[in-house]
């Protein structure tokens, strides 16, 4: 028997068995004694417990699985780090599983913790075995020596930023932030959503937080997928922007890192070591793509993973390894789908630029090509199904090709190329482009031409690749394609960063090579340089300025003669001739950097999340209310608000977002009831007490300076944080009449429209009694008129800011709302009695102006930002006075039979309604395919309301409701997933077979020469 075990424990699979086991038994025996005998939080729970299973793992593989032989201070300490690295990738894996197993599919804590140690025992024996226990250590000068230039770019890279940072006071060493732009409005508030739920056990399924209620899913896929976003729970949630700064300048460095690596290992066999790797990586990280768009968090894994993505097809071709270009497509891909259309666009454009050697090298490596592209798909489809379904239900979700037209003149674009050019980080021309990557780029645009002979097709072919990416930029078609069958809505061109990519590797061709290319033809391609810059800057005057024209002519010369000086061999020394390049290269590349961060600009996120505690500490309280009180579910909103998401950023389940993946069925209702929306999203601005109750918001907070015109009552004030409770509150669902089915959102305008949609549900409305207003207009400006019906005709006679005010005397006291209406109007101010009120967006929604008595005196300023003259705009005003006794009795029927909530999480509400007979319920759920309903425990189907909620048709009767959510096309994701992992282990184990094969061949064929020589 003690044969046959010391037999068994000679395999190293069996004693990894018997150690997994082990620390299978340590991970969940320490788990539930922490939760059977402390109150910790159950994700921390589950954190401290891994970490416990992976010191002894660690002892256990070591000493026991692989029997290391690992000696010395610093090869151990390597060891012990690659082992807890390769561990933290799979603590979170098991962390993410356990709780979405947990929160999202609701399955018990003990069957979620066994399932997911079947895939971490895997994933951490093959983490061991590749990439730890099975591999020879290297000392600490030998390393260095080894990737010098992995760790110089990355060092070049993160000084710079470093300097930024401090020089522009970014957090930590100011008040200032890198999210620019929509990061404010989204990102930021975005990632508190993300960390709230990791934190609190939330369903990473769906949100209660944002645009009431959404596919979380699939705003994680666009957003907040990278699996680098975990090092925000590091972070409290003041310090927010604070991770997520670091987080881009992370990115930032490692795309250097990345570019180093695929420019070491591209032409394969033993990797290169030489300073144009560093002049080109850092060139790579500080373009102007990555300058421009470093506040669009989620784009830069894309832009960091895509050298692997191309190195990886490069084995995937030479040596039919698989791997990385699996891993890393797949990766991008799963982070932000958006880019990864785009270089997978690219790849297929990418397979037939590369040299194959052979017509049949072709076909089999196209095959090769497409089965691993699509097993690189496959394996993100648990995540790309259900984010595609959720985008399709969007209001950009509709495709429609444009004409074939040309945005503009060329050299608007071309202009980009040159030195210390202003990058683009947001812009209405959808021409505009970041292409600036380095002027020793621009030289080898020209002087790749001329050295065509060298391989004269690939050459031929990576031209034409780079003319195709420019004209793609200036044609709205192919333009269109690149962005997804999407429009770019003032981000232009956000695939530059692949005509930079395939320019910079053509750099480092030519450098490598430079020792065969003849004097004459570095003469001449640096002469069309600088003719080219100078042609450029003539016809851009006014947009090209001094410096950047004679800055980018004198790089162009000293690259010119540099390379020259080299090539007929005044310089002999060639490392000499490529540190001085590099060193230049780089210079170059830091100042455009600094310029470009400094152009940028910064925000001031602390400044607008400042009130957080005192926000926090109130909402605190309506918890308490609200559990008080039995509310149930219930939904919270801000008076006014410092960002336009700055609800989800409190966690609070309001009502308006902004957002890319809201529901343009939500948008358009939104907007016939009256609310401000616009492309992709709707604010809570412009509600009545019939949307608040119907919408069930029980709750408003509200800052002092707020301006709140909002009919709710005060209750109380925390850290100078009003607390007001809706008089009118309402339930999440509520009994209304069945023709409320029939009502029709585009019939009347909002007030009328409100008025009709309580009169379908209760049979009852009349709320709102319209006033007809005798306005006068007038402008500085061209000509206005107003008509009796609301509107209004101004035709400016100069083009440029400008603005008009209609005026009118109150005939009838009441509570006046108002709706002011107009396509490109900018802001509005109300005015009463000659008093300013407020001045905002209230361009699109209702607006209540207060109670007014007879002979009062409003006016309204329309404000453009920009107007043509001799153009007709045609905006509106309407006016209605709110009846509350009307409202109340309305308010009475809605109220008599609603759902009463009896248990609610994300996407889950259970409760109890009695339905009385010709009635449904309807609910302020967004309508959603995803959603399951149960009544009295058997599925029943729903349908849409109001165009975009879901309302339950049942017999009449007391029922008990449940209703479920799983994002529509995550079972078929996963199924693909799993279908392609198996494909793709199949691959890598035919992959490993042919290799060794090969190996076997190669060490019998060298047997044979040797004694041969024998």
């Known amino acids: 028997m003690l044969a046959l075990i010391k037999k068994l424990l000679d395999n190293d699979k069996i004693r990894y068995i018997v150690a997994g086991g082990c620390t299978t038994l340590v991970n969940l025996i320490t788990f539930f004694v922490l939760r059977s005998f402390t109150s910790i939080d159950r994700n921390v729970c589950n954190v401290i417990a891994i970490s416990v299973a992976i010191t002894f793992a660690y002892f256990a593989a070591k000493f026991f699985v692989f029997r290391s032989k690992t000696k010395g201070f610093y090869k151990t300490i390597s060891e012990a780090a690659t082992f807890v690295g390769a561990r933290l990738i799979s603590m979170v894996i098991e962390v993410l599983g356990f709780a979405i ?417 003849k004097p004459w033809k570095l003469i001449v391609a640096g002469d069309l340089a600088i003719l080219y810059v100078v042609y450029i800057s003539n016809h851009m005057t006014g947009y090209v300025t001094t410096f950047m024209a004679v800055s980018s002519v004198a790089l162009l010369a000293f690259y010119m003669l540099w390379c020259l000086a080299f090539r007929i061999g005044k310089v002999a020394n060639k490392q000499i001739f490529a540190m001085v390049l590099t060193i230049v290269c780089c210079i170059e590349a830091v100042a455009n950097g600094a310029y470009g961060f400094q152009d940028n600009g910064y925000t001031t996120p602390v400044e607008k999340f400042s009130t957080t505690p005192q926000v926090t500490a109130a909402y605190d309280v309506v918890k308490d209310m609200a559990v008080e009180d039995e509310a149930g579910f219930y939904r919270a909103e801000l008076v006014d608000s410092t960002v336009l998401d700055e609800a989800t950023w409190h966690n609070m389940p309001s009502v308006g977002t902004f957002c890319s993946t809201v529901l343009g069925e939500m948008v358009t209702t939104m907007g016939r009831l009256g609310f401000y929306t616009g492309a992709n999203e709707f604010l809570y601005m412009g509600s009545t007490p019939f949307t608040n109750s119907i919408f069930n918001v029980r709750y408003l907070l509200g800052r002092d300076g707020d301006y709140n015109n909002f009919d709710f009552a005060y209750v109380d004030t925390v850290d100078g944080v009003g607390i007001y409770e809706n008089p009118y509150p309402l339930s999440i669902g509520f009994a209304v009449n069945d023709e409320t089915l029939n009502w029709d959102r585009n019939a009347w305008r909002a007030m009328v429209g409100q008025e009709n949609l309580a009169l379908c549900m209760v049979g009852q409305g009349d709320f709102f009694e319209s006033q007809v207003v005798d306005m006068i207009a007038d402008t500085d400006n061209g000509y206005v008129s107003a008509s009796a019906n609301g509107y209004i005709s101004f035709t400016p006679e100069k083009s440029g800011e400008t603005s008009f005010i209609v005026s009118f005397y109150v005939e009838n006291a009441g509570d006046y709302y108002l709706n002011c209406r107009g396509n490109y109007l900018t802001e509005i101010t109300f005015f009463v009695n000659g008093e300013k009120l407020t001045r905002d967006r209230y361009q699109s929604q209702i607006f209540h102006l207060g109670e007014l008595e007879e002979g009062d005196y409003v006016s309204v300023e329309y404000y453009y930002r920009s107007v043509t003259a001799g153009e007709n705009y045609v905006p509106s005003l309407t006016a209605g006075i709110f009846k509350k006794d009307v409202y109340e009795q309305v308010y009475s029927r809605l109220a008599l039979n609603q759902l009463q909530v009896l248990e609610y999480d994300d996407g889950y509400i259970r409760g109890e309604i009695n339905l009385p007979p010709n009635q449904i319920m309807f609910t302020s759920i967004p309508y959603d395919e995803g959603w399951k309903v149960y009544v009295d425990g058997e599925e029943v189907e729903y349908t849409v309301a109001c165009g975009s909620f879901i309302a339950v048709p049942m017999v009449p009767g007391s029922h008990t409701v449940e209703m479920i959510y799983t994002p529509r096309g995550l079972y078929l994701g996963m199924g693909i997933t799993f279908v392609s992992l198996i494909v793709f282990m199949l691959g890598i184990l035919h992959y490993n077979k042919e290799k060794s094969k090969k190996n076997l061949e190669e060490n019998d064929n060298k047997n044979i020469d040797q004694e041969v020589n024998i």
């Open 101 to 517: 197993l947990c929160d999202s599919f609701r399955v018990g804590e003990v069957l979620s913790k066994i399932c997911v140690q079947f895939v971490v025992l895997v994933l951490n024996y093959i983490f061991s075995y590749v990439f730890v226990f099975n591999k020879e250590r290297k000392s600490f000068t030998q390393n260095l020596k080894d990737n010098y230039c992995y760790y110089i770019s990355f060092f070049i890279v993160a000084v710079l930023m470093l300097a930024v940072c401090i020089a522009m006071r970014i957090v930590p060493f100011g008040d200032n932030g890198l999210t620019l732009i929509d990061s404010n409005h989204q990102y930021v508030p975005f990632f508190s959503e993300y960390r709230h739920k990791l934190l609190n056990e939330g369903s990473l399924f769906y949100t209660w937080n944002i645009a009431m209620g959404s596919n979380f899913m699939s705003l994680a896929a666009y957003y907040l997928n990278s699996p680098m976003n975990y090092i925000i729970l590091f972070f409290s949630k003041e310090n927010i922007v604070l991770g997520m700064c670091f987080l881009t300048v992370l990115k930032i460095c490692l795309s250097s890192t990345t570019m180093a690596y695929y420019l070491a290992h591209k032409e394969g066999g033993k990797p290169r070591k030489d300073f144009y790797i560093i002049a080109i990586a850092v060139a790579y990280a500080l373009s102007n793509y990555v300058i421009s768009f470093n506040w669009c968090l989620m784009w830069m894994d894309c832009i960091l993973m895509f050298p692997l993505v191309i190195l990886g097809f490069e084995r995937l071709m030479k040596e039919k390894d698989p791997k990385l270009y699996v891993i890393s497509l797949f990766y991008c891909l799963y982070c932000n789908y958006y880019i990864g259309f785009m270089i997978c666009v690219f790849m297929v454009l990418w397979f037939f630029v590369y040299s194959h050697k052979k017509i049949k090298d072709f076909f089999f490596n196209g095959i090769r090509f497409a089965l691993y592209s699509l097993v690189s798909g496959g394996l993100a489809m648990f995540s790309l199904i259900p984010a595609y379904l959720g985008i399709m239900s969007t209001s950009s979700g509709e495709m429609k090709l444009p004409k074939s037209e040309w945005y503009g003149d060329i050299f608007v674009l071309l202009k980009q190329q040159l030195f210390f050019t202003q990058p683009i980080t947001n812009q209405t021309f959808d021409g505009g482009v970041n292409l600036y990557c380095g002027m020793f780029a621009v030289f080898v645009m020209f002087l790749y031409i001329f050295t065509i002979n060298k391989k004269p097709f690939e050459h031929i072919k990576k031209i034409l690749l780079l003319v195709l990416l420019v004209v793609s930029f200036n044609n709205a078609l192919p333009n269109y394609i690149w962005h997804g069958f999407h429009n770019q809505y003032g981000i232009p061109n956000r695939f530059s960063f692949l005509f930079i990519f395939v320019l910079l590797s053509m750099a480092y061709d030519e450098l490598r090579d430079l020792k065969n290319t």
